[in-house]
C-alpha cells in the first residue's frame, strides 16, 4: 500500500524534476526561462484544481508565484530558496 508521504515525494518529483525533464525531452521547452516544465506543470494542475474556469490571468498569476525569481534579485545567493521552494505549500514532504 502506498502511504502519503511516499505519494508526495512522487508527487513532488513529478512535479519538479520529471516535469522539467519531460519540458526539454519534448521540446516544449527550448532555451532556459522562467517558464520551465515545472512552472508549467504546477501551473495548470493547481490553478484548474482550485478554480476549473479559471482564466489566463489566474493562470499567469500563479506561474509568476512558482518561477524562480528574476537573476537581477539575487536568484543564484545562497539566501534564495531553490525554484520550487514553493511546492511544499502545496505537498510537504515528512
Known amino acids: 500500500m502506498t502511504t502519503v508521504p511516499q505519494l508526495a515525494r512522487t508527487l513532488q518529483t513529478l ?11 519534448t521540446g516544449f ?14 501551473t495548470v494542475v493547481f490553478t484548474w484544481l482550485a478554480d476549473p474556469q479559471a482564466t489566463l490571468e489566474a493562470m499567469a498569476q500563479t506561474a509568476a508565484g512558482l518561477g524562480p525569481p528574476s ?17 511544499s505549500a502545496y505537498w510537504p514532504v515528512p
Open 71 to 87: 537573476p537581477r534579485k539575487g536568484w543564484m545567493s545562497a539566501s534564495t530558496p531553490p525554484p520550487h521552494a514553493s511546492w
Open 29 to 42: 521547452v527550448r532555451r532556459a526561462s522562467k517558464l520551465t516544465g515545472a512552472v508549467f506543470a504546477q
Open 15 to 25: 512535479f519538479t524534476t520529471t516535469a522539467d525533464q519531460l519540458a526539454w525531452q
